[in-house]
């Protein structure tokens, strides 16, 4: 009995059957390095995100603008005069113009890792309809005095210079920080009387010796806000107060990195950008309306009408719709092409499937040559295969994907192809083995240029490699029982 299953054992041996089960396992055990280099290559790209977080702390981060905007502080009083709640009243231009024409861009570096940067100047402008009288909401009272102009900017850390606002009668004035409280994202805050009182302390206007806090009253913050934005104010109580329509004029030259966008600030906003990057990526609810994209930049225009921005033309600012957010606003992303991580990481997830063709390769040779690759050998082979994403992790770093690419694959398949003809013992199988290889690598460089079509050229090669698999195997005997056993690699 042990001498047949001795005899069976020895046969099984040589089962090119057994050996392929073996050479899939091996395909799968070699994912773990890979997984390791992705973790790698994770690291690096989140190292990338620190140092651009660096660079914007010192040029300006990504910018968000919004502006000019119409303030005025108010009460609401109830029957007996006493004051119910506080807060401001805004009122948004009738139509609204940023152009954004002249923006110059320039990459920074870091050590190895590259930021891609903007400056330039913007004007943003405003036109105003006349001061409502409020006859329809009684016990409302704003105090148009204490008027202000209002904008944003997501970080003020970019701006290169004061920012000014030019007013009707040709007259500039600063704007200063704002002091919204703009921690109130949900509207209502409870106060005790003693801040109630400060809250409104600055529209004396509206207050009289007998008016008092009810007990419920109320103080309100600013416009609800999904980005963290920094508000600048501009007092113009002597123009509101005369209640004709105004136009005014924003000039600001900031700087920020990776992202610039514009809200709809007024009821009818258009914007204007132009800038010397090749590869914009338009976000936001608001795509543009027409873009012109060259090697020399781009420049793009968008209008978002009255309706289309979703909120009302005035009202009280807590009651409002939130003005920003990634459905209302108009951004364009710097995209880096320089960036590897991201290649390079999709790679990876190709790197089964491209170390199971590079086996599959040499496990046809096997059975084409009549030599058999120990499993050792298949571990050495998946090494290499492995060993190039790093190669191709490190060299991206310094020279590009696609000269680090070319260099990785050359240097794998130079030595995976001289290891086949060590292998199969004859200096002929270098050049096919090579040829093949090169077919495997020029295919995964496609994957990464063709991002639209990586699946399905991906899906598909892989069928041709199992069908040819299959035709150059049809007539096997997989059992190997009655075959004579292969020669072994030298």
Known sequence: MSDQLNKFSSAYRGSLGLKLIIVCALVVLMGIPAMFISYISYERSGRADEVMREVSARYGGEQYISGPILTAPYIQTDNQGNISESGNYVIFANN?????????????????????????????????????????????????????????????????????????NGSVRK????????????????VAAHDAKRAIIEAPELHASNRHLTKGFRAYGWLNQSLSQTYLSVPIGDIAKKGDAFNVSVALNLGGAKRLGVTPYAQSTTVNMSVDWADPGFEGGFPPDSRQVSKGGFTANWSVPYLRRGIRAQGKAHLLSALTGPEKIMTVQLVSTDNPYQTVNRALKYAVMFIGLVFISYFLFE????????????????????????????????????????????????????????????????????????????????????????????????????????????????????????????
């Open 367 to 490: 059975v084409i040559v009549g030599v058999r690759v120990h499993p050792a050998q298949y571990i050495l082979i998946g090494l290499a295969q492995s060993i190039f994403y790093l190669l191709l992790l490190a060299f991206a770093e310094r020279i590009g994907f696609t000269a680090a690419f070319f260099i990785a694959a050359g240097l794998t398949v130079s030595a995976t192809a001289g290891y086949a003809g060590a292998v199969f013992g004859n200096r002929k199988y270098i050049l096919r083995a090579g040829l093949v290889f090169s077919v495997v690598y020029a295919l995964l460089y496609s994957l990464m240029r063709m991002q639209d079509f990586a699946l399905m050229i991906g899906a598909l090669a892989s069928f041709i490699a199992i069908a040819g698999t299959m035709y150059l195997t049809r007539n096997m005997n997989w059992y190997g029982l009655t075959d004579a056993p292969l020669k072994r690699a030298q």
């Open 175 to 190: 704007f200063e920080p704002a002091g919204f409280d703009n921690t109130i994202h949900h509207g209502v805050a409870k």
């Open 96 to 168: 609204g113009h940023a152009d954004f024409s002249n923006i110059q861009t320039e990459i920074r570096k870091r050590s190895l890792f590259k930021v891609p940067t903007y400056q330039g100047q913007g004007v943003l402008t405003g036109d105003f309809p006349k001061i409502p009288s409020f006859e329809g909401l009684p016990g409302l009272k704003v105090d148009w005095g204490g008027a202000k102009i209002v904008m944003a900017l997501s970080d003020v850390r970019g701006l290169k210079s004061d920012v000014e606002l030019t007013l009707p």
